[in-house]
């Protein structure tokens, strides 16, 4: 990935058309989809707040695979949230670097605030343009986690592997062992 001047030498839409082709295969397996596209609203020289993913298939039905949201309110999560039965890591981690580092990819100069990137079935060397894309920035802080349930995916912090491996502690137990406590005593009567 080519950096100038601190900013990704790649436009923001075929950054998001190589998020698409990432997860083609897990659309592929809910739908079949012919095309796909990634709409966005956002007024020149601003940050996106929100993206949809959608799929269309051979007769034009359109699906929304996700959406993701960069601010929380009461009628959304931050981050990504998938629909129906779709679920794509590789999309999910691929989104969440874009939005999280929009700042670093290119835009026209003549930007309209409604963008569209169309996705096609890719070809081989496609696939391999954005598998070599996403190692690229595979370093880059991008925290997906699995499904909580078949709608949504939260962020949540990398964690290391002992992290990882931890038990959670129980409430109301305490761990075998704690500090010793030292208190100097200003009560100047005998105990």
């Excluded at 058309?17 to 596209?37: E, N, T």
């Excluded at 909580?148 to 129980?170: G, H, I, M, N, W």
């Amino acid at each position: 990935m080519n950096r100038s001047h601190g900013r990704i030498n790649m436009e923001l839409d075929k950054a998001l058309g190589l998020a698409v082709i990432l997860g083609w295969d897990d659309l592929k397996k809910v739908s079949d989809a012919c095309s796909a596209r990634v709409e966005y609203q956002c007024e020149p020289g601003t940050s996106l707040d929100y993206l949809s993913v959608w799929s269309v298939d051979a007769e034009g039905h359109q699906n929304r695979v996700c959406e993701y949201w960069t601010g929380t309110s009461p009628a959304h999560p931050t981050g990504v949230r998938f629909t129906n039965s779709f679920q794509s890591d590789q999309l999910g981690q691929a989104l969440d670097f874009i939005m999280t580092n929009q700042g670093q990819f290119t835009r026209p100069a003549d930007d309209c605030p409604d963008g569209l990137a169309l996705i096609y079935p890719p070809s081989g060397d496609e696939r391999a343009e954005a598998a070599t894309w996403m190692k690229g920035v595979h370093g880059a802080p991008t925290n997906i986690s699995p499904l909580e349930d078949q709608r949504f995916a939260t962020l949540r912090p990398v964690l290391s592997r002992a992290a990882q491996r931890r038990k959670p502690p129980v409430a109301g137990k305490l761990p075998r062992r704690l500090p010793k406590r030292i208190t100097k005593s200003t009560d100047p009567s005998p105990a």
